[in-house]
């Protein structure tokens, strides 16, 4: 069982450098959402998507975007990469956003210098 | 200022204890979701509660959700080394969840 797959699981990135965060999952769930994690604040929303073709804004959207083409896939992609966007992300999904279970995938710690 | 207020921030114990955290906001939530997140790891569900008063059980872990839907607990009994972690608690805002910063707990053998 895959669940929610991200890549890279570490990565680390020069100031104003670009990259790509993946997220896939293989359950056939609608909603798949993007968070940051920082000691003492807890998961934060970035993106979301409640389907494919569907993407909005979280509580901390800038400087990242997101697409979702496919069902399984939710890329969050970071622009310009600064210092205060060292963290870890997670990603995860949900068969729907009526359905608040949510699954995680194990995170992508990023640390820009 | 945080939706959802997790306390305490941190708890340190030893195997055996009982304990409580707790999950509170000024908001009504339809549900609300308690996670434990391990080291490294991304966070695992471990109960969703639905109805004001709601109690369950999972082994040694009882969550209740207050009666006004604005509250909840999580009371472990004979707390053990595996009970180590951070442990979160979630609900729904809108179209998507919001989540507590956690309590971070910490069993000693």
């Known amino acids: 069982n895959a669940g929610v797959t991200q890549t890279p699981k570490f990565q680390v990135l020069k100031t104003g450098q670009s990259m790509t965060l993946q997220c896939a999952q293989d359950m056939n769930h609608e909603y798949m959402s993007w968070y940051r994690q920082d000691p003492g604040m807890g998961l934060r929303l970035i993106h979301y998507s409640v389907g494919a073709g569907i993407t909005d804004q979280g509580e901390v959207p800038n400087g990242y975007n997101v697409s979702r083409s496919t069902t399984e896939d939710f890329p969050l992609r970071l622009l310009s990469a600064a210092p205060s966007q060292t963290s870890v992300y997670f990603c995860a999904s949900s068969r729907s956003y009526r359905v608040p279970e949510a699954f995680f995938g194990q995170g992508t710690r990023l640390t820009v210098v | 200022t945080q939706l959802l207020e997790q306390s305490p921030q941190f708890l340190s114990i030893q195997e055996g204890e009982n304990l409580t955290v707790y999950c509170n906001s000024s908001s009504v939530f339809s549900s609300l979701q308690w996670y434990r997140q391990e080291p490294g790891e991304g966070p695992v569900l471990l109960v969703t509660v639905v109805t004001g008063g709601e109690v369950k059980k999972l082994k040694r872990l009882t969550f209740q959700f207050g009666d006004a839907r604005k509250d909840s607990s999580l009371h472990i009994t004979a707390a053990q080394p595996g009970d180590t972690g951070l442990y979160l608690c979630?609900?729904?805002?809108?179209?998507?969840?919001?989540f507590g910063p956690g309590t971070r707990l910490s069993v000693l053998p």
């Open positions: 979630a609900g729904e805002h809108g179209q998507n969840f919001v």
